[in-house]
């Protein structure tokens, strides 16, 4: 018999990731790439790939997506479940951890500190008004000293004395290394100097008042920069965990989430999705003064669903449905 | 005619028009912030003036634009910045050249300005206010109507349809019988409405600034948002609570302001300016009575609820009922806060399979 897999996609600012899990929950295929700003092409090429990568009497049995694109892309490939990001990457992170009690998630543009106690979620937070503890940040100093971001964390993991970096706010952060620089200070020691920045700044931020409890994992896109979990070491003064999989775990919990929802049969439109030619369109809806911008997603030329609107009526519609 | 311009009140709009036929003069109003007034309103506001503040100036520029000469707001007293926002909106108003002449609801003397100025005969004024008293009460229970349904409607929307149904022949209905008999239908009309039984909705208990609790634009449709996702929402802020309070009536009645200073008294012993101590007594209220969460509303950089945000938490903390505090300006994403509320179902309905 052919085996059955469960796809997630998680499909967020900066990068588009995608697992396949297999019959117990275990991680077959995963993949990490950047966005680039057309989150249907990067859905595209994400199949394509893990087309290849799966043996060809495969079975998909279900598929969730998650991320801040989650809509667009759930209606997109047809997915039995869509759920936020907090919830996916929770559930991931008690699959792989069954006694989590904090995960650290940092992605692009957003970062979030969940809590969870005895295998549940039972608080949240998520940065508000500036992107200053998040991925983004990092990208952007790494960017000014020509840094790949391997190289960032490399640096970071040879500082010996972190040069102190004002993180408030990017743009004086920049301000503040330049000035570090031209005081002669070593180049590893700025990186640090930034990832403790970074690192305080969600601190500070995100989980003001919040309850920081050990196993803490450590996962999204930063999780990939060493430099951060020293930093998150040694602010808290207790060990950080970058689970296995951390930089997909928002793809791995979807489809641990599809799996558990057991969809009966599937809504998955099939990995040959990426050779159609899926597209968008605007409309505005005239019901009342918000006069919001739905989004259409078209294969083709037939409607597939629709997204935006702020009152949630045009949510997933089927094409067909009246407007 | 004379034209008046009043501020956005969500659905009370239809209460507020009613209200000022008596001055002879015709209302001017929005159910909610539009997309074009609040960018009027960003432009001519401070930068660091809260959310309110901006929408409030753009909506009267809007009026000023379409010819209104007249503008009434609530202009509280008390400890928050809302009391001078009229002489703020006013200067900018006026410093931009536009013609239009904002009445703050305030007591200086016995009448208020704007009855001063356009001195109604006792007897419609007192009729008048009979309507719109009436007309506030409809749209209270109208409101409730509405959150029970929405958690439950099969198809989504619906609940919404049939407020709006329910509203537009409250906005006809001219005497105090006609009101009543409208206010009547409103339960038939919304018990007409297919739900789906086997859904036990969630619920949560909405607190915060005002206006950010009644303006669907300002909030993103918070109420159809939680609706959405299975929550019957309490929104504690009620016009007809709130005029008997500012009249001082029904001093024993549940959400009195004595009443709610009480509940609050262990957490909070004084007051803090706009609706921060009824956000704690709500808070505290629906804690002790089984809600499963309260989310609380605040603009950024409003002083009365950030200052209470701490008490919020720790409620939160000796209570067990988890709390989402949402933030908003002129800037504040819809994804945002699409995923928090998600996220905050997921917690709620986690916690509810839990302890069952």
Redesign the interface.
Known sequence: MSERYWLGMDMGSISANLALIGEGGEMRFDLYRRVDGDPLRAARAALAEARTALPTDAIVAGAGATGSARHLIGVAIGADTIKNEISAHACAAVRLHPDVRTVFEIGGQDSKATMIRDGVVVDFAMNLVCAAGTGSFLDAQAKRLALSIEDLSAQAMRSVSPTPIAGRCTVFAESDMIHKQQVGHRQEDIVMGLCLAMARNFLNNVCAGKEIAPPILLQGGVSANLGIRRAFEELLGQPVIVPRHAMVMGAYGAALLARAANPAPTRFRGFDVCEHHLHTRTFSCDDCANRCEIVEILDGDSVVGRSGGRCGKWEGRQAGSER | MTALAMQPWGNYAVALAASVECLRVSPWT???T??ETLRLGVEASPESACLPFKACTGHFIKAAMEGVEYGVMVNSRGTCRLRYYREAHQKILDERGWKLRIFGLGYDGIKPPLIRHFDPDPIPFLQCCARAQQKTLAVDALEREVWRVRAIEAN??DA?RAMEACLADLDRARTVREIRACARTFAPRFAAVPTDSRRVPLRVGLVGEATLLRD??LN??LE??LG?LGVEVSNFFLLGDEMRNIFRIGFFSRNSRWTLRRIARPYLDALVGGHALESVAHTLRCAREGFDGIVHVAP?GCMPEVSVR?IL?RIARDTGM?TLEL?F?E??S???L???L???T??LR??RE?RA
């Open positions: 929005r159910r909610a539009t997309p989504r929307g919404t669907r634009f993103h449709n159809e948002q959405g950024i701490p938490q988890p933030s300006d800037h504040t819809s994804v945002g699409t995923t928090r998600e996220a905050f997921d917690v986690q916690r839990r």
